[in-house]
């Protein structure tokens, strides 16, 4: 039988937690970069901040879930950008996504809302990223996360 009471508790914290920040704060970056080869994924990077802390410090003991991304510069305008999350030694993908830099379709400053399985506790969680173009794009980002109790 399903415990119908456990999973409502569950997509009522999906919907209702409180949030953190990744990078905690404004003086700290997070910088994604894309492989040199046009529509080639980079390798598989640790989601590290400027003050090196890892967006797997946050899911060291909780599972924990991106729930928002938001691409607040990129250094090429003129191209797309795809990129994926994973987590442990087998790079297991939770969620991909795909946006144009500021002159294509939208401008670079925006916030994409995600749904994705979670992260499980104590794993490290890795982003890769490819563009359209034969250069090491990039794209500065920061992103909203929680944390299941």
Avoid at 7 to 13: N, P, V, W
Avoid at 108 to 134: C, H, I, L, S
């Amino acid at each position: 039988m399903i415990d119908k009471t456990g999973r409502l508790d569950e997509i009522h914290h999906a919907l209702v937690h409180v949030s953190g920040i990744f990078p905690a704060d404004t003086d700290l970056t997070c910088t994604f970069t894309a492989a040199a080869g046009a529509d080639t994924w980079s390798a598989y990077i640790e989601i590290v901040d400027s003050g090196a802390t890892t967006l797997s410090a946050a899911f060291a003991t909780d599972h924990g879930h991106i729930t928002g991304l938001t691409i607040e510069e990129v250094s090429e305008a003129n191209t797309i950008y795809e990129v994926e999350f994973s987590w442990g030694a087998g790079h297991m993908v939770v969620m991909r996504s795909r946006f144009a830099g500021g002159t294509k379709f939208q401008a670079p400053e925006m916030v994409q809302r995600m749904a994705a399985p979670n992260f499980p506790a104590g794993q490290t969680v890795y982003y890769r990223m490819k563009t359209a173009t034969g250069v090491a794009d990039t794209c500065l980002v920061h992103m909203r996360y929680h944390t299941d109790p």
